[in-house]
């Protein structure tokens, strides 16, 4: 017996010492602290509505040329070379997110038939801006033909590609790259420049513009969304409002049928359905009126489809329609487009067109903008207006990015 009251007093003893230094060492062991992430966003920058426009003009500083137009040689020629400075690509877009990181970004300029493997001319975009302050910034980057003095003059014939490129904490990015986004034959003919073109700067006295708005996603330029028998309504949301965590203004268009205007399925005609709320406008088209006022393009219902305007479905970095899974499996999201209409520049210039009646000549037909719908950010909804991609308010800049679905009854 006394055998076990002494082993069970030794059992008793350890597990004492035991839960003593047990309690010791979770009272006395250094806190662990909650690791915070000091790190650069995982969001990686990216842009959107982007636009390449390409303009001819005859550049102030070029040389007065007085050989006829057809002794100019085309062969990498001084001449050609020269003559590239009447020759000006301008590209426009939007900064998304992720820049906290981001320190610098260049635009390097590519012609297919002179290759890829070095960048003919690189621009420095500076904006002054870094970090946070590039998120949702508009930029505008122009690219022109070298001056004559410069070593490195180069001709602009053929067709150009452009890259986009961030240097961020991770290293480079590309944020757009155009020498894999199309074929020789795929090759946007907004971004091609030939002989001569270059031959009609030497007399020209106003400017040529040619726009090409870029889809980010897949290289594609329309939709070819299925149109038959259905009545879609388009949105517009604007920014978010921080007190109440909801968009200062929703604008819409409800219960539009689309009248396919081509075969691609990239330009329409507007015409307010049967289910559009508004009874009377029923059976009546979308088109575009002047205010004289402010000389700015407004929404407007016209009643016969002939004075509809003609409405390009244009790609908007919104758009999630042809997302797919990892697995490479489609996973379509939400369809955003930016809707665009094109008309005479002299419209809604100070210089009023002088054409008969006010309108446009032969000349001033043919020198045309694009023009982009944007909803009403503001909640007295003022109207929907035609207005072009620069020159915008951080406001406005959302409402151009339509979402579509199907209109349904409630």
């Known amino acids: 017996m006394k055998t076990s009251s002494g082993l069970l007093l030794g059992v008793l003893f350890t597990l004492v010492v035991v839960i003593v230094a047990v309690v010791i060492y979770f009272n006395t062991r250094p806190e662990e602290k909650t690791k915070t992430s000091t790190g ?10 982007f636009t390449i426009a390409q303009t001819l003009s005859q550049n102030s500083d070029s040389e007065t040329y007085t050989i006829e137009p057809y002794t100019i040689e085309y062969a990498e020629g ?21 820049f906290e990181t981001v320190s610098k970004i260049r635009v390097e300029h590519y012609i297919r038939e002179k290759g890829t493997s070095t960048a003919l001319q690189t621009v ?3 904006d002054n801006r870094s970090g946070t302050a590039w998120d949702g910034a508009s930029v505008s980057v122009k690219i022109s033909g070298l001056p004559d ?3 490195n003059q180069y001709s602009f014939v053929g067709q150009s590609m452009f890259k986009v490129i961030a240097t961020h904490a991770s290293g480079e990015l590309p944020l757009y790259d155009g020498t894999e986004a199309f074929t020789a034959e795929t090759h946007p003919p907004e971004l091609v420049i030939k002989p001569g073109d270059l031959t009609a700067t030497i007399n020209m006295t106003g400017s040529i513009e040619k726009v090409f708005n870029v889809s980010l ?5 329309g939709t070819t969304k299925d149109i038959v028998n ?11 409002n921080d007190v109440n965590a909801k968009p200062y203004n929703v604008s819409i268009l409800k219960g539009i049928e689309l009248i ?31 205010n004289t006022e402010t000389k700015k393009m407004r929404l407007f219902t016209v009643a016969q489809e002939s004075k509809a305007s003609k409405i390009t479905f244009a790609k908007s ?39 008969a009646e006010g309108k446009p000549n032969e000349t001033e037909a043919g020198d045309t903008q694009f023009l982009f719908l944007y909803g009403d950010h503001r909640t007295n909804n003022t109207g929907k207006s035609w207005l072009g991609l620069t020159g915008r308010t951080k406001e406005e800049m959302p409402m151009k990015h339509w979402k579509i679905e199907e209109t349904t009854t409630e």
Request: glycine fraction near 10%.
């Open 40 to 49: 650069p966003s995982s969001t990686l920058p990216s842009i959107g509505d």
């Open 78 to 98: 001084d001449n050609e070379k020269s003559l590239s400075k009447n020759v000006t690509f301008t590209l426009n877009w939007t900064n998304g997110g992720g």
């Open 124 to 126: 420095e975009v500076n």
């Open 149 to 151: 003095d410069n070593v």
């Open 217 to 221: 996603l897949t290289g594609t330029r």
């Open 230 to 240: 259905k009545s879609y309504t388009f949105t517009a949301t604007s920014l978010i």
């Open 260 to 290: 396919a205007q081509d075969t691609t399925g990239t330009e329409f005609k507007f015409k307010y359905g049967e289910l559009h709320p508004t009874l009377e406008d029923r059976g009546k088209y979308v088109g575009a009126e002047l």
């Open 317 to 355: 970095y919104l758009d999630e329609s042809d997302r797919k899974d990892s697995g490479g499996i489609a996973d379509p999201g939400d369809t955003y487009r930016m809707l665009r209409i094109s008309n005479p520049k002299c419209i809604t210039s100070d210089v009023a067109c002088t054409g």
